[in-house]
């Protein structure tokens, strides 16, 4: 009994899909008693005695179009075979079946089936009365007409609607691909910022670091200058600690998540971006030939530093250049930090096909932070944020940086920077793209591919700009075009139909009627064989209603009846007929009558 019970709400639960709201339940109701209501009426006049049974059906059938709309297509097809009363439910039938199913297999396959038990049935029903070549024809026209047609139209707007649907949800996808750009640009633009502070303010707050104190230890200054030069020493390592401390701060507000697409923040990435990336852009600038700007700064400061260039110079993209002057800062700014005083050597050497940076200073005569007169030790500051800069700008430009000790206990630093790299930087490095914002760089892109999908969409109903396309395939046409193609074709199969059946109607009525000149020239006596081959072969359709009217026939005599074309005189609702009566293999009798339709 479980199996039956959930086999029978599984069926229900097909058969009626939900949701039920109030307004679905109201319209379902209200449209299966219409249904139901104009069956009985069509059976009641077609005197097929079963106009209780189809207005049950035909509401039922209504009922349950949206669950099972082949099924309730091809049951519809089949009791219009039987009686007239389904008809207007196949409209109904045919809309929903051309609406919710998806398989073109299944749709033209139910269709078929329904059209074929359709007019088998009609065929069965009155193939003594109407010849089978109009019951099919007027079958086809009629299904074409009050199934076909409206599962086009069907078709059509599910279509329309589910392209809408997926063009709504690609907007959305899209205005979030846009936040998701902006973010990341408006991240990059931190990164930048971060590491410019780090490596330009660094290495300026390590020089003032170094002079004050070279001054501390100078013998010609007072006790309370020496003091006042230690705290200003003091103020120059508090001021790299706090600028540690922001470029932390903006590195770790770099793993955040992206706001959402309506967000103000994004809204306003594009002129925050671009603002900062300018502003960033001015701050510690230069390329190689500012290196030796860098090696004087550092001599000033009672460094030992020498400069050495090796082989034939060659012209290197700004990208590169500035590559390499951040390299040297870097290495310089570390050698204060952690080897005060200790001689530095900078090289550039201009190999074939790159340019190699080195920076190579020895260990320290005394630790880093030991002043005279037994001074505490001050802690070198390091946010260890300056290398792994260093092998990202590197990288954009497709070198490499190699950092570490020297056998001496020293430290090497040294980055390979290669010249063609340069040139593929821009294609690159993200950054140059994303500085002027997310409306000129990978987000104006995005938008591009949105309006080249759109139109795709739009005009030529293909996934050109969806994802997942395959390249060169044929484009998919419009579902407009095809269902207007569709009910054109059905429009012209009607019209092409009707003409066939009204030249066949008139083909039959014509072999079905007899003239006037043939009957006068008939005689009695004549025989048998000579005037039916002067008759024409007439039609039960036309001729079924005229069995036993007119005078009473001779006896023993048999009697065949046609129109007559002699309707002179002839009543509204009148037909004229002629009779003609046969006995042992002879006319015998010939009448002229009139009968009511």
């Known amino acids: 009994m479980d199996v039956i019970a959930r086999a029978w709400s599984k069926a229900v639960r097909t058969a009626l899909p939900g949701p039920w709201r109030r307004g679905l339940v109201v319209r379902e109701l209200v449209g299966a008693l219409l249904i139901g209501g104009l069956a009985a009426p069509i059976e009641l006049v077609s005197h097929t005695g079963l106009a209780l049974p189809m207005s049950a059906a035909a509401a039922l059938l209504f009922l349950v179009r949206r669950g099972i709309p082949a099924t309730a297509l091809v049951l519809t097809a089949l009791a219009g075979g039987v009686g007239g009363g389904t008809l207007p439910l196949l409209v109904c039938v045919g809309w929903s079946a051309g609406a919710r199913v998806r398989r073109v297999g299944v749709l033209a396959g139910s269709f078929v089936a329904g059209w074929a038990l359709m007019t088998l049935f009609g065929v069965l029903k009155d193939a003594g009365q109407v010849p089978v070549d109009l019951i099919v024809g007027f079958s086809l026209g009629g299904y074409l007409l009050l199934a076909v047609l409206p599962a086009l139209w069907g078709r059509y707007r599910a279509q329309r609607r589910a392209l809408t649907d997926a063009l709504r949800e690609r907007n959305e996808q899209l205005v979030r691909e846009h936040a998701m750009i902006a973010h990341q640009a408006r991240l990059r633009e931190r990164h930048r910022i971060a590491q410019d502070m780090h490596d330009s ?64 923040s994004v809204a306003g990435a594009g002129v925050g971006i671009g603002a900062g990336a300018a502003g960033a852009g001015g701050v510690g600038t230069g390329g190689v030939d500012g290196i030796e700007g860098l090696v004087e700064s550092s001599r000033a400061a009672g460094t030992p530093v020498s400069l050495v260039r090796d082989g034939e110079r060659r012209p290197l993209a700004a990208s590169a250049g500035h590559a390499a002057y951040r390299v040297v800062q870097e290495a310089l700014t570390n050698a204060h930090k952690h080897a005060p005083g200790a001689p530095i050597t900078v090289a550039l050497r201009y190999e074939p096909d790159a340019l190699v940076v080195e920076v190579v200073n020895p260990a320290a005569a005394e630790p880093a932070g030991v002043r005279a007169g037994g001074a505490a030790p001050a802690a070198v500051v390091s946010g260890g944020q300056g290398l792994t800069g260093l092998r990202e700008r590197a990288r954009l430009v497709g070198g490499m940086v190699h950092a570490g000790p020297t056998p001496g206990a020293g430290f090497r630093l040294a980055a390979v920077l290669p010249y063609r790299g340069a040139e593929g930087a821009g294609a690159q490095g993200v950054d140059d793209g994303s500085a002027a914002g997310p ?37 998919r046409r419009s579902p407009a075009i095809g269902c207007a193609v569709g009910g054109a074709a059905v429009l012209l199969a009607v019209l092409g139909l009707l003409v066939w059946g009204v030249i066949g109607f008139v083909r039959t009525a014509e072999d079905s009627t007899v003239k006037r000149s043939v009957y006068d020239s008939l005689e009695l006596g004549t025989p048998e064989a000579e005037v039916r081959r002067q008759l024409p072969p007439g039609s039960d359709f036309f001729l079924r209603n005229l069995e036993g009217s007119g005078p009473t026939p001779p ?43």
């Not at 070279?214 to 508090?238: I, Y």
């Not at 005599?557 to 004229?576: I, K, M, P």
């Not at 002629?578 to 006319?587: A, I």
């Open 201 to 264: 303010l660094g290495h300026q707050l390590a020089l003032i670091s170094v002079h004050t104190g070279a001054l501390e230890v100078d013998r010609t200054l007072t006790d309370r200058q020496r003091e006042a030069v230690g705290v200003l020493r003091l103020a120059a390592v508090g001021a790299m600690r706090e600028l540690r401390e922001v470029v932390g701060v903006l590195h770790d507000e770099s793993t955040a998540l992206p706001p959402g697409p309506g967000s103000p």
């Open 439 to 475: 409306e000129t760089g990978a987000a104006g892109r995005v938008t591009d591919r949105a309006v080249d999908w759109v139109v795709d969409w739009v005009v030529d109903g293909g996934p050109g700009g969806v994802p997942g396309a395959v390249a060169g395939a044929p484009k």
């Open 555 to 597: 006896a023993g005599a048999d009697c065949v009846r046609f129109l007559s074309d002699d309707n002179g005189g002839t009543a509204w609702g009148e037909d004229a007929v002629v009779r003609f009566c046969f006995k042992d293999g002879v006319l015998v009798e010939k009448q002229h009558y009139r009968v009511k339709q």
